[in-house]
């Protein structure tokens, strides 16, 4: 046994002592390829003797599974990987992977170039993917070294599974709660164009308002409080009237807030105001936020849990979203 005074015993020292050869004893200890009855008898009794701890990472690299899972973030720039949307992502896989030896690296996959992929997948230490802000380009764009190993928070496809929140029916209760209260003249604030996922809710809008025979009055937006804030303004430049405002994001509705504030617009009294995630503070600002759950802790728990499973998933698992109603709207 080893001692406090003494270093570790290595794979090199088991294999010594065992008299065989590195390889055979990584076999032994790793539990693959072949090995004689002898040879394992001889390098487990070394094992014993000498205290040997395998190391879990070089132990996986040996094996080829990897030891890091990857949060893949697609953005136009490294200040996507701030987004606390993101560090819940980050902290939610980790709760799946540690138990598991496994560690969680961030990764910024700049937008317009889906060959950083790559890099990812001639990483050997690399167990597994969770693409988060995937477009159909990056999903066509995943190299065959990764396949089987991957998921999407978003869009998905036929060798990809998806995770995500059906933000059309958390978008479509909000809007049908603002009709309800009596606002027929609603705005609303999008996220990013290039996001596919962040297409659902707008078409959801648009279907609403050609039910009840409304105008569209869309906005574009990127999931910012700043955008929501500038957004504020033209809503009210270039329809006077409106009554209420949908944005697609917490953040971008409490910037909305603000910049109704700056033009002295009651919010709710003169216009009703919503957002979507009920985020931390969407219950603390004042007025309180009305928006939509959006269960993003599980829904990465999940990616995660499928990741390192090894199990083909569903091609699409959409986790359900309520209204919560408060009172900006």
């Known amino acids: 046994m080893t001692t406090a005074a003494q270093r570790p015993a290595t794979l090199e020292d088991v294999a010594r002592a065992a008299g065989v050869s590195r390889s055979t004893a990584s076999r032994v200890i790793a539990g693959t390829g072949f090995a004689s009855p002898a040879a394992r008898e001889q390098v487990t009794a070394a094992v014993d003797q000498l205290g040997y701890v395998p190391n879990p990472a070089a132990r996986a690299l040996v094996r080829g599974g990897g030891v890091r899972l990857v949060v893949a973030v697609l953005g136009t720039s490294a200040a ?137 009055r869309i906005l574009p937006g990127d999931f910012r409080a700043a955008r929501g804030r500038t957004a504020a303004g033209e809503a009210l430049h270039r329809w006077p009237d409106i009554d209420a405002v949908y944005a697609i994001s917490d953040d971008t509705a409490l910037g909305v807030i603000a910049g109704l504030r700056d033009a002295g617009v009651r919010v709710p009294g003169d216009v009703a105001v919503a957002g979507f995630d009920d985020i931390p503070l969407a219950g603390m600002t004042a007025p309180a936020l009305t928006t939509a759950s959006h269960p993003v802790g599980r829904i990465a728990v999940a990616a995660a849990t499928a990741v390192l499973d090894g199990r083909p998933a569903a091609p699409v698992t959409l986790f359900p979203s309520a209204l919560v109603a408060r009172a900006s709207a």
């Open 80 to 216: 996507v990987l701030d987004d606390p949307y993101v560090h819940q992502v980050v902290g939610s896989a980790a709760r799946v992977c540690t138990p598991a030896g496994v560690g969680v690296a961030l990764h910024w996959l700049p937008f317009g170039d889906p060959r950083s992929l790559d890099q990812i997948g001639r990483d050997r230490s690399v167990c597994g993917v969770i693409l988060v802000n995937t477009t159909e380009e990056l999903l066509a764009a995943v190299p065959q070294s990764l396949r089987g190993r991957v998921v999407s928070i978003g869009v998905g496809s036929a060798t990809v599974p998806s995770f995500d929140v059906d933000n059309a029916a958390g978008s479509e209760a909000v809007l049908r709660h603002l009709y309800a209260a009596g606002r027929r003249r609603i705005a609303m604030v999008t996220g990013p164009r290039w996001l596919p996922c962040a297409q659902r809710p707008v078409q959801t809008y648009r279907r609403l308002m050609a039910e009840a025979g409304l105008p569209e």
